[in-house]
């Protein structure tokens, strides 16, 4: 009482709640006036921003803290009165008529979408000292993931306006979703690199506030153990997107702006865009209120499954069960092998790969009832049976794919599972780790990720009547991986399977030891043979045809070893380096046409 002055008249008023929710501690201790004053404000200038960024304010957050902690000691299941059954979705073909009609409805729908990335994870799992949208999502053009998504935005509009680079009218807009751990980063990243050619003004950043951690099953707010004039605070998860969104108004703007689509998508995955045609295509056409992504998934894996659940009232919905929850979920009801592979090799559920495709009307309605609050969780770890007492502080924690969970029994929510070939590599875990997951499971490491890029690639090119070699087998900090020729391209050079197969003509071949790179748009590949490097670059508007036979020295994937810290830690976690050490390489900075024939 003694230090009221020392606060606004709204800081008093927020005092008064957290006395009154049970929360005195965090003052009790405050010394006589005079003492530590700027620290006093600073804790109610914090207590402020904690208030105001989550939806129903602090007092909010404790009352559902309490539930959820309680529901937790008494052991209750979450999926109490469900039972899960194995949901039915759309199953793509890469390559098929359905497939490339779906990607030619997603490239029209494109020009009315506006894309999410949720990147506020520090990615603890794979222990890499920077942002992960600053990784290179390959090393042999060393594009990082910021940029690459960028690009393929960029491609996606002009093909979405049927327009070349540059002249649609249209811009798609893009949020990225970032946290103290990644903003300043992000934005350095950004602008130190003139947003990888993106207008400024179409990239908004949305920063996500962590949450006040708790100490008890009482939900006392923690104090820092560094500072006692500080609350500790841990991520409340990629769930915030949902309110952020909303509370910024950029819904409304979209709404306004005539957008029908919102895209969300995660950090690290180089695959991602090759399915987002045919899935945009896919929602247009089923007129899906949500579209998850998902891909064949091992069992154990550590993706979330999409399951039917059916409740005992008769309710239903189809949505993720994360990967944690999953194997109790099935051996609670009536799976005594739990999460377990079926007769095809994979889980019997789809993986989640947290790639959403919302459409914007009903996701605004919803959320007009909920704020953006999301269904959250609470994971507490006791010290004992008794389960009175934490080892360290919790907090709640909420998942963007839980949207679902709010939604009315008639919203229409479906799925679309896509080969994991072309789409899905993250990049999580650490060079340790992956080399420890089960054989024949996923690796979902630095390695696996730019082996998958070169894969797609080569398959989708062998899929268009390029003679590509097969790969070789190569361990990498301790993973096997097949290794296929390094094919690569901008994104603006081939977006969907029918603009590839357009750009190939007569009998092409590519060697295992080959890298190629394309980096304009409009070249094409006519009887060409590599055995070597090739790499074309060449302005919008310059027409380049490269034929006949490419021979050299090529570049080379040499071993390195993730210990090595000779080495930069963005390479060394991949366990190879590109050696390049002979290349034909050619650049059109002319308009025209031009023949490339060596
Ligand atoms: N992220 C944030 O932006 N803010 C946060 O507070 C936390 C994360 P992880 P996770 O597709 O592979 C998810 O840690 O949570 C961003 C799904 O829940 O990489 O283990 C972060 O930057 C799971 O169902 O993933 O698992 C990153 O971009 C499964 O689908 C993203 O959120 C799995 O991803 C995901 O964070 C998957």
Redesign the pocket.
């Given at each position: 009482r003694k230090n009221l002055h020392l606060l606004s008249s709204e800081q008093i008023e927020l005092a008064k709640m957290l006395i009154e929710m049970g929360q005195s501690h965090l003052f009790e201790h405050w010394p006589e006036p005079g003492v530590d004053d700027e620290e006093k404000r600073a804790l109610f200038d914090q207590l402020a921003r904690l208030n105001s960024s989550y939806p129903g304010g602090l007092k909010s957050y404790i009352e559902t803290a309490r539930e959820l902690l309680a529901d937790s000691k008494a052991g209750k299941n979450p999926f109490d009165g469900f039972t899960p059954s194995v949901p039915t979705g759309e199953a793509l073909s890469f390559g098929d008529g359905i497939f490339m009609n779906y990607e030619q409805a997603g490239i029209r729908e494109a020009k009315n979408a506006a894309f999410v990335?949720?990147?506020?994870?520090?990615?603890?799992?794979l222990g890499y000292n920077g942002i992960?949208v600053a990784l290179p999502a390959e090393t042999s053009t060393g594009t990082c993931f910021l940029q690459h998504y960028i690009e393929c935005i960029l491609a996606l509009q002009d093909a979405s306006c049927g327009l070349t680079q540059g002249e649609c009218q249209k811009e798609i807009p893009f949020v990225i979703?970032?946290?103290d751990d990644?903003h300043s980063r992000t934005l350095e990243l950004l602008e130190s690199n003139f947003y990888f050619g993106m207008k400024p003004t179409q990239v908004k950043l949305l920063k996500?506030e962590?949450v006040a951690c708790l100490d008890d099953n009482d939900a006392r707010l923690a104090l820092d153990p560094k500072n006692k004039y500080r609350i500790q605070t841990k991520?409340?998860?990629?769930?915030?997107?949902h309110s952020l969104l909303y509370s910024s108004g950029l819904l409304k703007i979209w709404h306004d702006a005539g957008l029908k689509w919102v895209l969300f998508?995660?950090?690290?995955?180089g695959l991602l865009f090759k399915a987002i045609p045919a899935s945009l295509g896919v929602s247009a056409t089923k007129q899906y209120h949500v579209n998850s992504l998902a891909v064949p998934r091992k069992a154990k894996e550590?993706?979330?499954g999409i399951t039917k659940l059916t409740h005992t009232d008769g309710r239903s919905m189809v949505i993720?069960v994360?990967?944690n929850q999953l194997d109790p979920l099935l051996r609670a009801t009536g799976f005594p092998d739990g999460d377990a592979n079926c007769e095809t090799g994979f889980s019997p559920f789809p993986?989640?790969?947290?790639?959403l495709i919302f459409e914007l009307d009903p996701y605004i309605e919803d959320l007009k009832k909920t704020g953006g609050a999301i269904k959250e969780f609470v994971n507490p770890k006791y010290k004992d049976a008794s389960k009175t007492s934490f080892k360290s502080s919790t907090r709640l924690?909420c998942?963007?794919?839980d949207y679902p969970k709010t939604l009315p029994p008639n919203a229409r929510v479906g799925f679309t599972v896509i080969d994991t070939w072309l789409a899905?590599a993250?990049v999580?875990n650490n060079p340790e780790d992956a080399a420890k997951v089960p054989k024949g499971n996923p690796y979902?490491s630095a390695t696996s990720g730019e082996m998958a890029i070169y894969r797609a690639n080569s398959l989708i090119l062998k899929k268009a009547g390029v003679q590509v070699d097969d790969p070789v087998q190569q361990v990498f900090n301790g993973q096997e991986v097949e290794v296929w020729p390094r094919i690569a391209w901008k994104p603006k050079w081939g977006l969907t399977f029918s603009e590839i197969k357009n750009k190939i003509g007569g009998s092409c071949s590519i060697s295992q030891k080959s890298t190629m790179v394309i980096k304009g748009s409009n070249v094409s590949l006519q009887d060409l043979s590599l055995d070597g490097t090739l790499v074309v670059d060449s302005v919008d508007g310059a027409e380049v045809k490269v034929r006949g036979s490419v021979k050299n020295k090529g570049w080379m994937v040499e071993n390195v070893d993730y210990k090595d810290t000779s080495v930069p830690e963005e390479i060394r976690i991949r366990g190879f380096k590109i050696n390049k050490i002979e290349q034909l390489e050619k650049k059109y900075s002319e308009l025209g046409k031009f023949c490339l024939e060596p």
């Amino acid at each position: 009482r003694k230090n009221l002055h020392l606060l606004s008249s709204e800081q008093i008023e927020l005092a008064k709640m957290l006395i009154e929710m049970g929360q005195s501690h965090l003052f009790e201790h405050w010394p006589e006036p005079g003492v530590d004053d700027e620290e006093k404000r600073a804790l109610f200038d914090q207590l402020a921003r904690l208030n105001s960024s989550y939806p129903g304010g602090l007092k909010s957050y404790i009352e559902t803290a309490r539930e959820l902690l309680a529901d937790s000691k008494a052991g209750k299941n979450p999926f109490d009165g469900f039972t899960p059954s194995v949901p039915t979705g759309e199953a793509l073909s890469f390559g098929d008529g359905i497939f490339m009609n779906y990607e030619q409805a997603g490239i029209r729908e494109a020009k009315n979408a506006a894309f999410v990335l949720v990147a506020g994870g520090l990615g603890e799992r794979l222990g890499y000292n920077g942002i992960k949208v600053a990784l290179p999502a390959e090393t042999s053009t060393g594009t990082c993931f910021l940029q690459h998504y960028i690009e393929c935005i960029l491609a996606l509009q002009d093909a979405s306006c049927g327009l070349t680079q540059g002249e649609c009218q249209k811009e798609i807009p893009f949020v990225i979703m970032t946290s103290d751990d990644t903003h300043s980063r992000t934005l350095e990243l950004l602008e130190s690199n003139f947003y990888f050619g993106m207008k400024p003004t179409q990239v908004k950043l949305l920063k996500q506030e962590k949450v006040a951690c708790l100490d008890d099953n009482d939900a006392r707010l923690a104090l820092d153990p560094k500072n006692k004039y500080r609350i500790q605070t841990k991520p409340h998860g990629h769930g915030d997107v949902h309110s952020l969104l909303y509370s910024s108004g950029l819904l409304k703007i979209w709404h306004d702006a005539g957008l029908k689509w919102v895209l969300f998508f995660q950090d690290t995955n180089g695959l991602l865009f090759k399915a987002i045609p045919a899935s945009l295509g896919v929602s247009a056409t089923k007129q899906y209120h949500v579209n998850s992504l998902a891909v064949p998934r091992k069992a154990k894996e550590a993706i979330g499954g999409i399951t039917k659940l059916t409740h005992t009232d008769g309710r239903s919905m189809v949505i993720n069960v994360e990967y944690n929850q999953l194997d109790p979920l099935l051996r609670a009801t009536g799976f005594p092998d739990g999460d377990a592979n079926c007769e095809t090799g994979f889980s019997p559920f789809p993986g989640n790969i947290n790639q959403l495709i919302f459409e914007l009307d009903p996701y605004i309605e919803d959320l007009k009832k909920t704020g953006g609050a999301i269904k959250e969780f609470v994971n507490p770890k006791y010290k004992d049976a008794s389960k009175t007492s934490f080892k360290s502080s919790t907090r709640l924690e909420c998942m963007m794919q839980d949207y679902p969970k709010t939604l009315p029994p008639n919203a229409r929510v479906g799925f679309t599972v896509i080969d994991t070939w072309l789409a899905y590599a993250p990049v999580k875990n650490n060079p340790e780790d992956a080399a420890k997951v089960p054989k024949g499971n996923p690796y979902h490491s630095a390695t696996s990720g730019e082996m998958a890029i070169y894969r797609a690639n080569s398959l989708i090119l062998k899929k268009a009547g390029v003679q590509v070699d097969d790969p070789v087998q190569q361990v990498f900090n301790g993973q096997e991986v097949e290794v296929w020729p390094r094919i690569a391209w901008k994104p603006k050079w081939g977006l969907t399977f029918s603009e590839i197969k357009n750009k190939i003509g007569g009998s092409c071949s590519i060697s295992q030891k080959s890298t190629m790179v394309i980096k304009g748009s409009n070249v094409s590949l006519q009887d060409l043979s590599l055995d070597g490097t090739l790499v074309v670059d060449s302005v919008d508007g310059a027409e380049v045809k490269v034929r006949g036979s490419v021979k050299n020295k090529g570049w080379m994937v040499e071993n390195v070893d993730y210990k090595d810290t000779s080495v930069p830690e963005e390479i060394r976690i991949r366990g190879f380096k590109i050696n390049k050490i002979e290349q034909l390489e050619k650049k059109y900075s002319e308009l025209g046409k031009f023949c490339l024939e060596p």
